[in-house]
């Protein structure tokens, strides 16, 4: 079955600091792999997504992911932090059922302080 | 315009009682599902239809029992409300194929609490 693994609970990052969100990944087959973000009291936003292509993947609000094949990563990144980005994060992966079921991560709280 | 909607935002009811949660979406989508995420914010697929089709079905008491329809909505009916049913249910759309395959839209959510 696909999974994702998000080893870290909590990332705390300063305000203009670059951000790693970590996500690592376990398929059958090429993966689909997925960030999304969710703000308090909200519903999960998109936020990027690698199906094929380059391993250098950019989404939105400045965020970017890593694709690595040999670690089985996918990273979330962004240069620099914004007080705004403090959020909660999950890695997903579609399962390979065709149905676009996504299974996600356990979620990594980014809190970035001023 | 809200393109993933879901009512009512909060249910506050006691065991034993039945329960319904509603989902529309706006977005011309074929494929709609149901999420429940627990406190520990983990987020687990429930059910999802495709154009009106239950194509998923994980290992859910059938107590809920999903109902769509039409592909723009999808309602989850909840018999016998339990503690451990208290979660924040979410509504979700994508599009089965495309460009934008595997984006989905969430809704705000449902925080069902059961006393």
């Known amino acids: 079955a696909q999974s994702v693994a998000q080893p870290e609970d909590q990332v705390n990052v300063a305000e203009g600091n670059p951000l790693t969100v970590k996500c690592t990944y376990s398929?059958?087959?090429?993966?689909?792999l997925f960030w999304y973000v969710q703000y308090p009291n909200r519903g999960l936003q998109f936020l990027l997504k690698?199906?094929?292509?380059?391993?250098l993947v950019k989404g939105s609000y400045g965020f970017e992911a890593e694709f690595n094949k040999s670690q089985t990563s996918f990273h979330l990144k962004k240069p620099s932090a914004l007080v705004s980005d403090s959020a909660l994060y999950f890695c997903?992966?579609?399962?390979?059922?065709?149905?676009?079921?996504?299974?996600f991560g356990t979620g990594t709280r980014l809190l970035v302080s001023p | 315009d809200t393109a993933v909607s879901q009512t009512p935002k909060y249910l506050v009811t006691q065991m034993g009682n039945d329960k319904s949660i509603k989902c529309e979406q706006n977005?011309?989508?074929?494929?709609m599902y149901w999420y429940k995420q627990d406190s520990k914010k983990f987020l687990k697929i429930m059910f999802s239809?495709?154009?009106?089709?239950?194509?998923i079905n994980e290992t859910v008491p059938n107590r809920f029992s999903p109902k769509s329809p039409d592909k723009a909505h999808l309602n989850l009916h909840i018999n016998s409300l339990e503690l451990g049913d208290s979660a924040v249910y979410f509504c979700?759309?994508?599009?089965?194929?495309?460009?934008?395959?595997?984006?989905?839209?969430f809704g705000e959510g449902s925080r069902l609490t059961v006393l």
């Open positions: 398929v059958s087959g090429n993966p689909y």
């Open positions: 239809y495709n154009n009106k089709e239950l194509i």
């Open positions: 979700a759309s994508s599009q089965l194929a495309g460009a934008n395959t595997g984006e989905l839209f």
């Open positions: 997903a992966v579609r399962d390979n059922t065709g149905f676009q079921k996504l299974v």
């Open positions: 690698y199906i094929t292509g380059d391993n």
């Open positions: 977005l011309g989508h074929d494929t």
